[in-house]
């Protein structure tokens, strides 16, 4: 039995159409008033007389704002909108229209409350709810409202599709309470994912832990291997593993049993054999031009092969100089040398360098450039 009564009520409320998402919104505002008396009642202290400016104030709030919810219509739609449009914009009228009438329905009763804490009593507040209330239930999308209000859009000529634009599906939402229930589930689903991504860190920093754990233990065990290696005695009786490899096996301890001789890297230069130095410019090894002329015929003579003071330390020049060996005794004048070499310019040091460099004998003189 009560269930054949209240299944047709509840249909009716949770109607998931834009007229039923309307009607919720004017059926939540409906008890608002409420929880105002009974804060109100409480404050007042339970006196119902009051201040009688206060109770017309009231009173004339309430009847002001119900002459604006009877007087005031939606505004009519322009000329020339094609049936979506239209439909579109009578709809989005009509939800305005809906939220005006339960604003001026709520003000009286605000309005009645202050006046009655100020007047000590409860009558401007009565005044005010029995203003309010009506103006309410006018603000829900019934057959006689929504039909005033199509009729309003129609007043120049352009026909409004507001029974089709209220008759689209909507979701079932209740104007303060779905918003709260939604930030409700949006701070609880940010909460688990924040203490699922903490899970998730806390395990992988458990993992990091435990195989550094594992790679100390296996570090710590090779470790150990490798110096029980190192220390296990060598079954080659008793050598060390770093023992120096014999490269050459010849010169070994047992090869000969005496010193080592000396690689021979030139044969033709023997213990007994003198080596000579090597002069390029043999022209400017003396202090003056004697010297260089003695130099001269000495180098010549040597070439030739028919003297012998270069190799016996005796051969000469007309001045009695001997061979390298008084030329190495002689002091270098390194001025005399620089003014020699900046006057001959680069013809002397081309010949001394091509004489020396094709290394054969020449029996032609060159002609000095002395100054």
Same mark, same amino acid.
């Given at each position: 039995m009560d269930s054949r009564f209240f299944r047709p009520v509840i249909d009716f409320v949770l109607q998931p159409t834009q007229e039923g998402e309307l009607r919720r919104r004017a059926l939540f505002w409906l008890p608002a008033p409420l929880p105002v008396l009974g804060l109100v009642y409480l404050l007042v202290g339970g006196t119902l007389s009051a201040s009688g400016w206060t109770i017309l104030l009231a009173s004339s709030v309430g009847v002001g704002t119900l002459l604006l919810a009877l007087i005031v219509h939606p505004t009519p739609l322009p000329e020339g909108l094609a049936p979506p449009a239209s439909a579109r914009r009578s709809l989005h009228r009509f939800r305005q229209f809906?939220? =005006?009438?339960?604003?001026?329905?709520?003000?009286?009763? /605000?309005?009645?409350?202050? !006046?009655?804490?100020?007047?000590?009593? $409860?009558?401007?507040?009565?005044?005010?709810?029995?203003?309010? %209330?009506? +103006?309410?239930?006018?603000? $829900?999308?019934?057959?006689?409202?929504?039909?005033?209000?199509?009729?309003? $859009?129609?007043? %120049?000529?352009?026909?409004?599709?507001?029974?089709?634009? =209220?008759?689209?599906?909507?979701? /079932?939402? %209740?104007?303060?309470?779905?918003?709260?229930?939604?930030?409700?589930?949006?701070? +609880? !689903?940010?909460?688990?994912?924040?203490? +699922?991504?903490?899970?998730?860190?806390?395990?992988? %920093?458990? +993992? *990091? /832990?435990?195989?550094?754990?594992?790679? !100390?233990?296996?570090?710590? *065990?090779?470790?150990?291997?490798?110096?029980?290696?190192?220390?296990?005695?060598?079954?080659?009786?008793?050598?060390?593993?770093? &023992? *120096?490899?014999? /490269?050459?096996?010849? =010169?070994?301890?047992?090869?000969?049993?005496?010193? &080592?001789?000396?690689?021979?890297? $030139?044969?033709? =230069?023997?213990?007994?054999r003198e080596v000579r130095p090597t002069r390029v410019l043999a022209h400017l090894d003396g202090a003056g031009a004697d010297a260089d002329g003695a130099r001269e015929s000495g180098d010549e003579d040597a070439d030739r092969g028919t003297g012998t003071g270069r190799e016996s330390g005796t051969g000469g020049g007309g001045d009695g100089g001997s061979g390298p060996d008084a030329s190495s005794r002689a002091p270098r004048g390194t001025v005399n040398r620089a003014r020699s070499l900046l006057a001959q310019g680069s013809g002397a040091l081309g010949l001394a360098v091509r004489r020396t460099r094709r290394g054969a004998r020449s029996t032609r003189r060159p002609t000095p450039n002395k100054p």
């Open positions: 809906t939220g =005006l009438r339960i604003a001026l329905a709520l003000i009286p009763v /605000v309005i009645g409350a202050a !006046a009655a804490v100020i007047g000590g009593g $409860m009558y401007p507040l009565f005044a005010a709810l029995v203003l309010a %209330w009506p +103006q309410l239930l006018l603000a $829900m999308p019934t057959f006689f409202t929504i039909t005033r209000a199509r009729r309003a $859009m129609e007043a %120049w000529g352009t026909t409004a599709y507001l029974w089709h634009a =209220l008759s689209r599906p909507a979701k /079932v939402t %209740w104007p303060v309470v779905t918003p709260l229930v939604n930030s409700w589930r949006a701070w +609880q !689903a940010e909460n688990a994912r924040r203490e +699922q991504r903490r899970q998730e860190e806390e395990k992988a %920093w458990k +993992q *990091a /832990v435990r195989e550094e754990s594992e790679r !100390a233990d296996g570090d710590d *065990a090779s470790t150990e291997a490798s110096s029980a290696e190192r220390t296990r005695p060598s079954p080659d009786g008793g050598r060390s593993a770093h &023992e *120096a490899t014999e /490269v050459l096996p010849h =010169l070994g301890s047992g090869h000969g049993g005496g010193e &080592e001789e000396p690689t021979e890297v $030139m044969p033709h =230069l023997g213990p007994g």
